[in-house]
């Protein structure tokens, strides 16, 4: 059903190359629990449909990349009992990527600080990386990601290998999105006005878009308005 809703909307709204890669802050995930009652972890199974959903519309629009903010460095912080679901989410995830991965367009991509998963779940990561490499749509999954230690992972990166004078394409190459354009278009639900530590490197020249629509509540129709702002701005770069 969501399929064909998906199929539907590709006769309506196709991008062009200037829309290539949308990156999404998913949030508000726990509020959407809580206005029905519920515990936050409600919200984050949710999310999870929503984001697959969305992926899928996405795609169908004809968009090459797609980014999105999954747990972040900082959210470790949180109660124990709502990391663990996530990680289960995550892991579940994972684990629908194998079965989905033979028939689907997606490129899986897991980015990110890693080093801090078990090794077993690493494995799998690269493993759906790996035999998705070659497909047309790139989803980057963040997780564990903050863009200041993507920062600084580069310069450790860029001092092992001994380079001394160091360009900004030096610093893209060793970011965990380097296969990929910057993001065009960084979107973020739930109504906050900040990019709590996502793609800080990459949007030098991004263009953003706000919305009070929390992550769940998300759909094509929002991606829509967001694709239309996109559309109506101007991009200058410094330029006049
Ligand atoms: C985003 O939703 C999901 C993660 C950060 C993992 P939140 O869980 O932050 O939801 P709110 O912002 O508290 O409503
Ligand atoms: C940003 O949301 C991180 C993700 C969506 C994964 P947060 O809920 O963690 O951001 P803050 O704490 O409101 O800045
Ligand atoms: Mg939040």
């Given at each position: 059903m969501l399929f064909k809703r998906a199929k539907k909307k590709q006769e309506k709204q196709v991008v062009d190359e200037r829309l290539q890669h949308i990156a999404f802050i998913m949030d508000g995930n726990g509020r959407w629990a809580q206005k029905r009652g519920m515990p936050r972890e409600?919200?984050?199974?949710?999310?999870?449909?929503?984001?697959?959903?969305?992926?899928?519309?996405?795609?169908?629009i004809g968009l090459k990349y797609m980014t999105v903010?999954?747990?972040?460095?900082?959210?470790?912080?949180?109660?124990?009992?709502?990391?663990?679901t996530i990680m289960r989410i995550l892991d579940e995830y994972i684990e629908e990527c194998f079965i989905e991965m033979v028939d689907d367009n997606v490129h899986f991509r897991f980015?990110?600080?890693l080093d801090i998963f078990p090794a077993e779940l690493r494995a799998k990561m690269d493993k759906i990386d790996r035999e998705t490499a070659h497909k047309p749509f790139l989803l980057n999954i963040a997780v564990n990601y903050g863009g200041r230690e993507e920062i600084v992972h580069a310069?450790?990166?860029?001092?092992?290998?001994?380079?001394?004078?160091?360009t900004e394409d030096d610093i893209s190459a060793h970011t965990y999105t380097a296969c990929c354009p910057d993001p065009d278009l960084v979107v973020r639900t739930g109504g906050d006005l900040r990019i709590s530590n996502f793609l800080l490197w990459q949007s030098a020249y991004t263009e953003y878009y706000f919305t009070d629509v929390l992550w769940p509540d998300f759909s094509g129709e929002d991606v829509d308005a967001a694709v239309a702002a996109f559309y109506a701005r101007k991009r200058r770069y410094g330029g006049v």
């Open positions: 409600f919200g984050h199974s949710h999310g999870a449909a929503t984001f697959k959903k969305v992926g899928r519309y996405c795609e169908s903010y999954a747990f972040s460095t900082e959210n470790w912080k949180r109660p124990q009992k709502e990391v663990d980015i990110g600080n310069c450790r990166e860029l001092i092992r290998e001994g380079v001394q004078d160091v």
